[in-house]
């Protein structure tokens, strides 16, 4: 089996660009919040931060804290059979004991850390969906208070920072690359 890294970080943190460069190399992807999505779709609701916390709460209410990686094993597993994964917005504390149990020192979690003022600004920017510093501030204590946010990210194996500008974190991300496509992970 393939290596599986799994990136935490707060919303805005720059999770999804790191992702771009990993899938620029080949590795396959898994994207945690899909599962919000495709629930909003199959009910007709909006996309929106607060139909998006409704159904990530609901979800993880009615099959546990490690909900959304429960349903994403299998995918994950039969990704990684095939080519390293990235896996996008690992969530809860339950979820990486999950991933530890199923895939052992195959994975390595890779909290990015932002500082809050500069994820509320990307935040802000953001074409698809914005948020206010207040909405981001909500996410962030919804996050941390409901969704065990804090451990993944306290108990990564590496940290990837993400103070500058978006070529150098692209940079330091191709990087961080190159030294799992080599084994030094």
Do not use: H
Not at 69 to 83: D, G, P, T
Not at 130 to 154: H, Q, V, Y
Not at 155 to 180: P, Y
Request: glycine content about 8%; charged content about 35%.
């Amino acid at each position: 089996m393939n290596q599986v890294i799994a990136l935490v970080g707060m919303c805005g943190s720059g999770k999804s660009v790191c992702c771009e460069e990993f899938r620029a190399r080949g590795w396959e992807y898994v994207y945690f919040g899909g599962v919000t999505m495709k629930e909003l779709e199959k009910r007709g609701l909006e996309r929106n931060e607060v139909n998006e916390r409704a159904v990530r709460e609901e979800l993880r209410r009615n099959l546990g804290p490690a909900a959304f990686a429960i349903l994403l094993k299998e995918e994950i597993r039969e990704k990684a059979e095939k080519k390293p994964v990235c896996l996008d917005g690992l969530y809860s504390w339950s979820e990486l004991k999950v991933l530890r149990e199923e895939f052992g020192d195959r994975l390595t979690v890779v909290a990015i850390i932002t500082e809050r003022k500069k994820r509320y600004e990307r935040i802000s920017q953001r074409v698809i969906r914005p948020l206010t510093p207040k909405e981001a501030e909500s996410r962030d204590i919804a996050e941390i208070e409901n969704m065990e946010k804090g451990g993944p990210i306290a108990m990564a194996d590496l940290f990837l920072m993400n103070l500058g500008d978006v070529e150098s974190f692209r940079a330091d991300t191709v990087k961080l690359i190159e030294r799992a496509e080599v084994g030094e992970l």
